[in-house]
């Protein structure tokens, strides 16, 4: 089931690491965010939508 589309996601951080679990720094790390409100545009895949569910309080999400 290969999908043809290429999807993609912007992501942003909208919120500072100050006080997060070590695990959700690692997680905000692998998405390729370093900063408050920076943005990466990702392919939208269950891997990714992992990252972003397991960080929800501290991202925005763009589709």
Do not use: C, F, W
């Amino acid at each position: 089931m290969a999908n043809t589309t290429n999807k993609t996601i912007r992501v942003r951080l909208v919120k500072g690491l100050r006080g997060v679990q070590a695990r959700h720094r690692l997680s905000v790390k692998a998405l390729g965010l370093n900063k408050t409100n920076d943005v990466r545009e990702l392919k939208d895949s269950p891997q990714v939508r992992g990252l972003i569910n397991t960080v929800y309080y501290l991202v925005q999400v763009e589709e």
